[in-house]
């Protein structure tokens, strides 16, 4: 069946630019997560969403990110002014909310940003 | 979080079992260990996950020490394909259960 997919696969921006990133989570799932990953470096939690829930936002590091998550599908991460520390490979995860410990996370395959 | 510690690298040979440890000595009852893995330039992909009884699927098998503050993720016969970094974490059930990786094991296998 479909996976998580993410668009664009690439994008490379001037700094100061703004830039949209997209997932389609797999159908079905309430948990939807956006993490980043910087060269070599672990797994960042940037925010995450559940069914109806008011998003859990503590991990997006500044006023200048955000998120939101369109009829409990289809969710868009926001950067504007981007900045060059904002490179990274930004990745989408979704996950259905099944019984204790269930919670096996579904990756998409990211979109690698760059900021020049 | 509780920490995990995994070795830096390990290798083995194509067709060869591997078996990766993972100590965890802090963990809460809460915890559940989970793998996940992530091949060169792709996202994470789950591999298992377990509460305290050992457990298999179609990927790998984990056994988890009686006292839980250990498991090791054994892959029964190695491919080219399952060199990656694994990555051993603990999740509480509650909350977020957001994912937080350490840096890993980095498998090579060798043909």
């Known amino acids: 069946g479909a996976g998580v997919s993410q668009s664009p696969s690439n994008k490379v921006t001037e700094k100061g630019k703004d830039v949209e990133l997209r997932c389609d989570p797999i159908?079905?799932?309430?948990?939807l997560y956006w993490y980043r990953q910087s060269l070599g470096q672990g797994l960042e939690f940037l925010i995450y969403?559940?069914?109806?829930?008011?998003?859990?936002k503590s991990g997006l590091p500044s006023d200048r990110f955000s998120a939101e998550r369109t009829g409990g599908s289809v969710s868009t991460l926001t950067i504007q002014r981007t900045q060059q520390e904002d490179s990274a490979v930004y990745l989408c995860?979704?996950?259905?909310?099944?019984?204790?410990?269930?919670?096996?996370?579904?990756f998409g395959p990211g979109t690698r940003l760059t900021v020049l | 979080d509780a920490k995990t510690t995994q070795p830096n690298s390990m290798e083995s040979n194509e067709e060869e079992p591997v078996h990766l440890p993972c100590n965890h000595s802090?963990?809460?009852?809460?915890?559940?260990i989970h793998w996940y893995r992530q091949l060169p330039s792709q996202g994470p992909e789950y591999v298992i996950h377990?509460?305290?009884s050992n457990v298999n699927n179609r990927m790998a098998s984990l056994a988890i020490a009686e006292d839980r503050k250990s498991s090791t993720l054994i892959l029964h016969r190695a491919t080219l394909r399952d060199a990656a970094v694994y990555y051993c974490?603990?999740?509480?059930?509650?909350?977020?259960?957001?994912?937080?990786f350490g840096s890993g094991t980095r498998l090579q296998v060798q043909p």
């Open positions: 995860a979704s996950s259905p909310r099944g019984g204790a410990g269930h919670n096996e996370q579904f």
């Open positions: 159908s079905g799932h309430t948990a």
């Open positions: 969403f559940q069914g109806n829930s008011a998003p859990d």
């Open positions: 802090t963990i809460s009852g809460t915890d559940y």
């Open positions: 377990g509460l305290t």
């Open positions: 974490i603990l999740i509480v059930d509650t909350g977020r259960r957001a994912l937080t």
